[in-house]
């Protein structure tokens, strides 16, 4: 431990660690955001050039393109991604996993060619809501009722274009526990045909969940944003299970399933954090 630090607390489960003020926090975040802002126009430049609106309102997109701009933007967040278990799918799937934050999107966006379902409210958010219509995403008004069509569309992607995630908890959590799958999307899978794939979401810090990620309750994302861009650096593990035959459950038995799968990931990530190699543990895979 060096010195001038505090000994880390866990309450539970969240990291609490104290620090000496970080003088170079104002620096790094002002570095981030210029990095950010030319990240952004150059996304805005490349969809310029390569995305094609489509008679139905959708883009033509290329997904390799999309991939790095997702990889490029968490190298500028500060986000380290760590692999734990499995690999992303290379076939098409339907990716269904446990959501903390907003940084889920860029995370998982960056280990392959992943469309991804948002809310609405994401589609009217300036310049990030076209950039995100035009890489590929599909959007959802809660409580409207069009999930039936949505899921129509989801399923005409996992055919025509590939992967494709969604967070069937409806919301973000702090990652200490996992809501409970929406089932009715789920549909989709066994219409198109393609594997359901479980996905752990985990932020740590120092073997504890990390305070800074979870975008939770009433924060705004901007002040969200400038916490991000503050901090020194976010570590994310991401285990992908084992791919469900949607034709084997119905979507309730799928759903629940699928969320089983990912909290049993989410313990075996906490404890191979908790049990480090050489102390009963199994060493984390990178």
């Known amino acids: 431990m060096s010195a001038g630090k505090t000994p880390l607390a866990t309450a539970r489960g969240i990291a609490t660690e104290r620090h000496p003020p970080d003088r170079l926090a104002w620096v790094r975040a002002l570095w981030r955001l210029l990095r950010l802002v030319e990240h952004l126009l150059t996304g805005t430049a490349i969809t310029v050039a390569v995305a094609r609106r489509q008679p139905d309102g959708s883009y033509r997109h290329r997904p390799g393109v999309v991939c790095w701009w ?13 692999v734990a278990a499995g690999e992303a799918p290379g076939d098409s799937a339907l990716l269904v996993a446990n959501h903390v934050s907003w940084l889920d999107v860029p995370v998982l966006g960056g280990l392959g060619p992943i469309a991804f379902l948002s809310k609405a409210e994401v589609r009217d ?3 990030m809501g ?3 219509a035009a890489a590929g995403t599909h959007f959802i008004a809660r409580g409207s009722g069009e999930a039936s069509a949505v899921g129509a569309r989801i399923g005409n992607h996992l055919v025509d274009h590939g992967s494709l995630a969604l967070f069937p908890e409806g919301t973000t959590t702090d990652g200490r526990s996992v809501k409970p799958f929406y089932p009715r999307l789920l549909a989709a899978a066994s219409a198109s045909g393609v ?11 120092a073997g504890a969940l990390d305070p800074i990620a ?3 309750g009433d924060e705004t994302i901007l002040s969200h944003l ?3 861009l503050r901090t020194r650096e976010l570590c994310v593990r991401v285990a992908f299970g084992v791919p469900l035959d949607p034709a084997r459950f119905d979507r309730r038995t799928l759903a629940t399933r699928a969320r ?4 049993e990931a989410l313990d075996r990530l906490a404890g191979a954090t908790a049990d480090p190699p050489g102390h009963g543990g199994n060493p984390a895979s990178g």
């Open 70 to 82: 997702h990889r490029r933007a968490c190298r500028i967040l500060g986000i380290r991604v760590e």
């Open 125 to 127: 958010w300036p310049l």
């Open 130 to 132: 076209w950039l995100a």
């Open 195 to 205: 594997p359901v794939v479980p996905v752990a979401l985990r932020y740590e810090r």
């Open 214 to 216: 979870p975008f939770v």
């Open 226 to 228: 400038w916490r991000v």
């Open 260 to 263: 089983t799968t990912v909290v």
